[in-house]
């Protein structure tokens, strides 16, 4: 496993870069060349969604809102808690802010790749009345080989196998690991025992195809939304006079950081911006291209019409969502607080560390014991039990907290004695959090003076199982559509049966592992992805141009009131 970790670090330091500067570049050379059209449209977004633009005689397999909220589903969820929670712990309050930033160049690059799925995709007719394999098929596979022409269609292959691929990661296991972490961390329960029960839900719900899919997400998107909404604003209120600093602290911090939890983004400018940009992408998938996929099923013939829809994304997902998260962390200080946890020395999240907060940890080669007296190591700023890549200051061998552990500790075999000769197999500390039992500190912490403390852990728990399930069933159709492009209707039956197996298995794995696959995938669809929107950036211009001209939903909603009357909607 360390061997697997230290090959994805490699891959992930090469790929990064690129991501960034693709990702920031491509953002705002769209947003210039379509005149700001996030701001400009977003209004005209809003009222689409609502539907009552809506024409049921159009092709596709749901509505707007539907594939709004099917797109939502994958994109609100534990990026939202466990994400904006990495990047804090790693790359200071800081991050939060190239979080924005990808954001709101992300609007524009949502757009872009959204109306050219529409414009690009593949429509057929159901003639088996298989619904599950759906009536609609697209993406940025067909754009690149559609709109690039046919010389494109091995990147047009080689992006619908990444994202497949991404699917069963960033998708699907690293919402199964999120979510059976958070039942560990609440309840004791073995993740395989969680896994499963995760497992069979997802597959209940994706057995049925799109349709059913967008049913099912058009309820769990906005209750889950409202849920957690209404938890991290109870806590904003209850603190209101904090958040000005909060917000100073965000914006100074982005290019001056100075508090990386994991001491790797203090003093480190360019860092903290990279999991600024790397969250923000994981959480709103703005240049991706998964989202497009689903807007692709929407009800319409008009592609910019779902473009203008899918600047909702970004929007509500990172500039709302996520800032109500970074903000409860910074404000409450849990971002760099420690709380009490139980752990075993073989843990994935436990490792041998040396330095300090103030430069930085790094993981401990050596092979000499360490040594502890009182609970302490015995070297200054020397190797040290860590837990979450972060020293531990003093280890405990009772729950209490009472009785310091001395002893010895083999950083191969992890194997700890204590002064007396006895093993000692688990370990009690106060300790960083990170990922979503961070944010839920936050919330504790935050609802405490209210004597709701308790039911903070209770809301992050709810919201993760229920953000992590629904993102896991939406990226199932994302991974689907891609088989479907690359071997037919025949492989979306067995990719669904992996999906579900793949899902079981990412909630036993070490979360850091789960977490760098899932950017390594990022990287490996995003790249080629952003490279056609540019090169079809004069396309997008046309269409833009040409709807807004039109106004063709002026007709819509006159047709729209008509199948109302008529009973047909």
């Not at 106004?551 to 909607?569: L, Q, S, V």
Request: charged share 15%.
């Amino acid at each position: 496993m360390e061997l697997l970790a230290e090959i994805i670090d490699a891959i992930n330091n090469v790929l990064r870069w690129p991501l960034v500067v693709g990702l920031l570049g491509t953002g705002l050379f769209l947003t210039i060349r379509l005149g700001f059209i996030q701001f400009r449209r977003l209004g005209h977004g809003m009222a689409v969604a609502t539907g009552r633009y809506d024409d049921p005689d159009e092709p596709g397999d749901v509505s707007h809102f539907q594939a709004l909220t099917t797109a939502l589903s994958a994109t609100v969820g534990v990026g939202n808690i466990a994400g904006v929670a990495l990047a804090i712990h790693i790359g200071g309050p800081g991050a939060l802010f190239w979080m924005w930033v990808t954001a709101l160049l992300g609007m524009a690059t949502k757009y872009s790749e959204v109306t050219l799925a529409q414009q690009y995709r593949d429509v057929h007719e159901d003639k088996d009345g298989k619904k599950w394999e759906g009536s609609v098929s697209g993406g940025p596979m067909y754009y690149i080989e559609r709109g690039l022409g046919r010389k494109w269609k091995p990147v047009a292959m080689f992006f619908a196998f990444a994202l497949m691929v991404t699917s069963f990661m960033t998708g699907n296991a690293v919402q199964a690991n999120t979510v059976a972490t958070q039942v560990f961390d609440s309840f004791g329960i073995t993740p395989w025992i969680t896994g499963l029960i995760t497992a069979t839900l997802v597959g209940i719900v994706i057995i049925g195809g799109i349709s059913r899919i967008g049913r099912v997400t058009s309820i769990i998107a906005p209750v889950m939304a409202a849920i957690y909404v209404a938890g991290a604003l109870l806590i904003l209120i209850l603190n209101i006079g904090a958040i000005p600093g909060a917000f100073a602290t965000i914006f100074s911090e982005a290019f001056n950081p100075v508090s990386g939890v994991a001491g790797t983004g203090a003093g480190v400018f360019l860092l903290t911006m990279l999991y600024g940009v790397q969250r923000g992408l994981f959480s709103n998938e703005a240049g991706q291209g998964s989202a497009p996929i689903a807007h692709s099923a929407a009800k319409t013939d008009e592609p910019v019409s779902e473009g203008v829809v899918a600047l909702l994304e970004p929007f509500i997902d990172t500039i709302v969502i996520c800032t109500m998260t970074g903000l409860v962390l910074v404000i409450t200080g849990a971002f760099s607080a420690t709380a009490p946890a139980t752990f075993t020395l073989d843990a994935s999240n436990v490792s041998i560390v040396e330095g300090d907060r103030e430069t930085g940890f790094s993981t401990y080669s050596g092979a000499e014991p360490l040594v502890y007296n009182e609970g302490m190591a015995q070297i200054v700023d020397g190797p040290r039990v860590g837990r979450f890549n972060v020293g531990i200051d003093t280890l405990f061998v009772d729950e209490a907290q009472t009785v310091p552990f001395s002893g010895t500790i083999d950083p191969d075999t992890r194997a700890a004695v204590d002064a007396q000769g006895n093993v000692v197999e688990t370990f009690h500390a106060n300790t960083v959090r990170t990922s979503a039992p961070l944010t839920t500190l936050g919330f504790e912490r935050g609802l405490a003076p209210i004597g709701l403390g308790g039911l903070g852990r209770y809301i992050v728990l709810l919201s993760v199982v229920l953000f992590a399930i629904s993102t896991s069933i939406s990226w199932s159709y994302y991974g689907d559509r891609c088989a479907n492009y690359l071997f037919g209707p025949k492989a979306i039956l067995p990719f669904k049966a992996v999906f579900v197996v793949m899902h079981f298995v990412g909630a036993v794995l070490a979360v850091t592992t789960i977490w760098d696959l899932g950017d390594v995938a990022l990287s490996l669809v995003t790249l080629p992805n952003v490279l056609a929107l540019l090169l079809l950036s004069g396309t997008l211009v046309k269409l833009t141009d040409s709807y807004f001209e039109r106004k063709p939903w002026i007709e819509n909603e006159e047709a729209h009131k008509r199948a109302k009357a008529e009973g047909r909607i």
